[in-house]
Structures are given as structure tokens and as C-alpha cells.
């Protein structure tokens, strides 16, 4: 078994109610406070909703991140290509235990963890002392994004 951390937002819908499901059916240990945050990439769009969850699994990540798109599909996302756009719901596989990975289409951590708020606050929240590999620790990821130099 290894910890994984994933990041779930969403900003159609009944966006409570897709990261409550998803983190369900993903059979998260834990889930953090769900905070509402302004669109990132994109500001023509609604607010999102977003939180991150703990997930014990044995999937490989490849496999894990496969499960991951397939519930965004269950849960009514459609890929048509538009970058940070409008969603019913968002998964990202943040990290997965101490792995370090980069191949097509799956960079571990994820690679822009360490640039938003929106991912440090509540992943702080669960596991405040957690290294995320080549980045050091979420409290202290926390505190760089929070006072810029």
C-alpha cells in the first residue's frame, strides 16, 4: 500500500457534492475542509471549490491516475481540449509516497504543487511535515507561496 495525495476542485455543478462523491469513491482516509477559490489560469470562469484527500491504494500511479480521469468522466467532465477551463470535476494526483516520476502525460509530484495555494492549504491541513520530493516540506512550500520574497 502507498499514501497518495489528490487534489479534487470543481467549479459546475454541484461542486460539493462531486468532491464529496469522488473522494467516496476513491476511499480517502481523510478529506480537508473545502475551501472556495478564485480560478487559476483562467479568470473567466465561476469560483471552485477544492480540497485535497489522502488515499491509501495499491495502484501503481499510471493506474492510479487512470482512475482518477475515469471518475472525472464519471462525474460529467468532458476533455474538449480548453486548458483551466470550467469543470464538474478536477482530479490531480499530487503525489504518490516519496515516488519521483516523469513520463507522457504523468509528472509526480505534480509539477505545479508547489506554485498554489489552492493545493498547499489544504494539503498543510492533512500533513503539514510531509516532504514532497525535489520541493521540501508543505509548511514550508506554505509559507514561501504565502510571503513572496
Known amino acids: 500500500m502507498e499514501t497518495a495525495y489528490v487534489g479534487l476542485g470543481a467549479n459546475l455543478g454541484d461542486r460539493e457534492a462531486a468532491i464529496r462523491g469522488a473522494a467516496a469513491r476513491l476511499g480517502a482516509r481523510r ?3 473545502l475551501r472556495e477559490t478564485e480560478p487559476w489560469g483562467r479568470k473567466d470562469q465561476p469560483p471552485f471549490l477544492n480540497a485535497v484527500a489522502e488515499v491509501e491504494t495499491e495502484l501503481p500511479p499510471r493506474a492510479l491516475l487512470d482512475r482518477l480521469l475515469a471518475l472525472e ?4 467532465r468532458v476533455r474538449d481540449g480548453t486548458r483551466w477551463g470550467p469543470r464538474t470535476l478536477d482530479l490531480d494526483l499530487l503525489l504518490y ?3 519521483r516520476l516523469e513520463e507522457p502525460g504523468l509528472t509526480v509530484p505534480h509539477p505545479h504543487l508547489h506554485e498554489r495555494l489552492f493545493v498547499l492549504e489544504p494539503l498543510a491541513e492533512l500533513a503539514p ?3 514532497v520530493p525535489g520541493k521540501g516540506q508543505v509548511s514550508d512550500l506554505l509559507r514561501a507561496i504565502q510571503s513572496p520574497p
Open 97 to 99: 509516497g516519496s515516488t
Open 73 to 76: 468522466r464519471e462525474f460529467g
Open 129 to 131: 511535515l510531509l516532504e
Open 31 to 33: 478529506l480537508s475542509a
